[in-house]
């Protein structure tokens, strides 16, 4: 009978007792099971490096992202699957991934995939020392993430609505005529200059309700690693940026802009230290990111 660590961040948006008790019942059926609770920042991070130790066959995480980014550090580079069980407010890698949005349909298809042994290994990507699933950023993306991690009462009510607030006010008063702080250099191509750079190593970058947010509309789980960098955000631009992520995808393409496809890595040097993220979370104002592609790191059950 396979071991499975069901990871469980009770804060997270659309987490309850019900339905917990509803998943690990319907788990501890089919599964020797085991159930631990987060209870700080990066704890997953600790729950699965010691079912690594003890030689789990999966980790499900129920939580939002950033539940699923800390579970899936430990992860990287063992045989131990990782299962994602939508319990955030946006849920971008079990969305694209094509994770029932429900948590309990959710775990009868992660159980499905378990137990018929049906893995997808996928590339993931490292910005310094921390892993990422889908994306990362230096600049504008996080700081509304910053932004929103300040509001957690926000965040809670109107998830959405709150990064759309603030990253329009981000945009505004922040970014709007700034001149672009921060050397992009990606190996065999010339140096350049940003205002902010996002890195994906999946579609989309994120969602707002039911639609997809493409920072990198060319990027995918099976492929290098895409950035997409703006080196100006004027005020005519802002209304241009939600146009084109939400339905042209045509920011890859302007003269402000620059477009890397299936990249081995980058560097981003800031001429002081930025708001980073990776995969929703805001891991502080850093004065510099390596970041790299580290193929075939992961297993999902999908």
Known sequence: MEQVLLIVNARAGSVSNRTREVIAKALAADFKLE?????????????????????????????????????????VGSDVALGVLPGGSTNVLARSTGVPRDPVEATAFVAAHLRSGARRRINVGRLNDRYFLFSAGMGLDAEVVKRVEADPEGKRRSAEWT????????????FRGAAPGITV????????????AICCNARPFTYFKRWPVDACPGAALDKGLDLLTLDRVRTSTIPRIAWSVFVTRSHPRWKKSRYWHDIDGASLTPDAP????????YIGDLAG???????????LLV
């Open 35 to 75: 159930v631990a609770d987060t209870t700080h920042r990066n704890h997953a991070i600790e729950l699965g490096r010691d079912a690594v130790d003890r030689g789990f066959d999966a980790v499900l995480a129920f939580g939002g992202d950033g539940t699923v980014n800390e579970a899936a550090q430990a992860l």
């Open 274 to 281: 930025t708001p980073v993220q990776v995969d929703g979370d």
């Open 185 to 196: 250099e990606v190996p065999g191509e010339p140096s350049t200059r940003a205002l902010f």
């Open 289 to 299: 990111a390596a970041i790299a592609l580290v193929p075939a790191a992961l297993d």
């Open 163 to 174: 990064f759309m607030r603030n990253a329009v006010g981000a945009g505004f008063s922040k």
